[in-house]
C-alpha cells in the first residue's frame, strides 16, 4: 500500500490487531470513521511527500508502535514506523497551510518507546524518583553490575529488558549465585538489543501499584493495581502476573489484566501534586497519550518506573466506568483524536 494516496482522516499506526478492539469500539459509539495502518507492510514516496498533488494525504497519525513487536514476528515493525513518522513529519513542515498532517505521540515518543534506559533518564532528569538502575550492554558484566545493584549480593534485586514490554525478562532475584545460574542456563532471554536493566527492588509500602492514564496530555484516572498475588513486582504494566523466578508471561493482547486486581484510585485527580508535576513531564517531552506507573515505598515516596506509550486500558474499570454513564479512556482518546482532526 502507498500511504501518500490516503484520504484525509484519523488513522492509527500499529502493528497489533489484537490491542485495536476496544478503540474500535469506541470510535463506532462515537460514530467517526478511522483507518489503520499496519506497520508489517506497505510503502512511501519520499520524493513526492510535500507534494499536494501527488500525495494528498492528510490528517491524524496516533502512533501505537510497540516495543515489544518483535515478539510478534513484527521486529522491523519499528524501523517502519520510524521512517514514516519520519515522513509524515516532514510533510507537516512543508505542506501545514494546505494539507496538515498531526502526529499523536510522534517520532521522539517512539523512542521513549523502545527505551526504558531513555523513559529512565527522562524521568531523573526532571526530577522524579526512580528505581536504581544498571543497564548492562551484552551478557559478559552482567554479573559484575548485579553484585553493584545488590549492594554485594545483600538485596535482591529485578532484571527487565531494555526494549520489550509483556513481562520480557522480568524477573526478580534474591542471591548473586542463583542470578549467576540462570544467567548460564537456558532460561537466560537475550534482549532484543541486547541492553539488559538490573534494578533495585522497591519494597512497596502496601501491595498496590497505581497507573495513572493521560489523554491529550492531561489526566484521565489513576488506576490501583493489587500486587498482593506476589505478581506485578516492580513492573505491572510489562506483565499480568510475574513470579519470582519464573514468570508467566503476558498474552499479545494483554490489557494489563482482566480481573478485580483493578480499581480506580477516586483519591487521585488533576490536582494531586504528582499528577500536576507528570503533566508537566507530558508536556516538556511532547507526549499526547501515556499511561506512567509509580508506587510508594516503605518510606512513603513515590517511585515512578515506567512509562508505556501505547496504553491499553482495563476492560474492567472500562466496562465499570459505561455502566455508570461515564466516558471510559478508549471514548476520551477518540474524542481527543477528533477534536484534533477539527483542529486541521
Known amino acids: 500500500m502507498l500511504y501518500n494516496n490516503l484520504k484525509k482522516g484519523i488513522y492509527i499506526l500499529h502493528e497489533n490487531p489484537e490491542w485495536i478492539p476496544p478503540f474500535r469500539a469506541a470510535f463506532e ?11 508489517t507492510s506497505g510503502s512511501i514516496d519520499l520524493d513526492s511527500i510535500d507534494s499536494i498533488e501527488s500525495s494528498p494525504l492528510s490528517g491524524v497519525f496516533w502512533s501505537r508502535l510497540s516495543a515489544s513487536s518483535h515478539t510478534r514476528g513484527n521486529a522491523h515493525s519499528k524501523e517502519y514506523g520510524r521512517a514514516l513518522l519520519s515522513a509524515l513529519e516532514s510533510r507537516n513542515i512543508e505542506s501545514k497551510a494546505q494539507n496538515p498532517v498531526r502526529v499523536v505521540n510522534a517520532s521522539h515518543v517512539l523512542e521513549l518507546e523502545v527505551s526504558k534506559v531513555r523513559q529512565h533518564l527522562a524521568l531523573k532528569n526532571a526530577g522524579f524518583i526512580v528505581p536504581r538502575t544498571i543497564a548492562v550492554f551484552g551478557k559478559g558484566d552482567l554479573l559484575s553490575a548485579a553484585e553493584r545493584i545488590s549492594q554485594g549480593g545483600k538485596e535482591p534485586f529485578i532484571t527487565k529488558h531494555n526494549q520489550g514490554g509483556k513481562g520480557l525478562g522480568v524477573r526478580r532475584f534474591e542471591s548473586l549465585s542463583e542470578f549467576g545460574e540462570y544467567i548460564e542456563s537456558s532460561e537466560f532471554e537475550p534482549p532484543a538489543d541486547d541492553i539488559t536493566l538490573l534494578q533495585e527492588y522497591v519494597r512497596a509500602r502496601a501491595m498496590f501499584i497505581t497507573r495513572l492514564e493521560f489523554i491529550g496530555g492531561r489526566f484521565f484516572y489513576a488506576v490501583r493495581v493489587d500486587t498482593s498475588g506476589g505478581a506485578f513486582e516492580l513492573c505491572p504494566a510489562d506483565a499480568c502476573n510475574i513470579e519470582d523466578i519464573k514468570p508467566q508471561l503476558a498474552g499479545a493482547a494483554c490489557e494489563i489484566g482482566s ?73 476520551r482518546v477518540v474524542e481527543f483524536l477528533t477534536n484534533e482532526l477539527h483542529k486541521l
Do not use: H
Not at 29 to 39: H, K, M, P, S, T
Not at 290 to 317: C, H, K, L, P, W
Open 29 to 39: 459509539r462515537a460514530g467517526v470513521e478511522f483507518g489503520e495502518i499496519i506497520l
Open 259 to 331: 480481573n478485580d486486581k483493578f480499581s480506580l484510585r477516586e483519591d487521585i485527580n488533576a490536582d494531586t501534586p504528582l499528577v500536576v508535576r507528570l503533566e508537566g513531564f507530558l508536556r516538556a517531552q511532547n507526549i499526547d497519550i501515556a499511561g506512567i506507573e509509580f508506587m510508594e515505598d516503605t518510606q512513603g515516596r513515590q517511585v515512578v518506573y515506567d512509562i508505556n506509550t501505547n496504553t491499553n486500558y482495563n476492560s474492567a474499570v472500562e466496562n465499570a466506568l459505561r455502566s455508570q454513564g461515564k466516558p471510559c479512556a478508549a471514548d
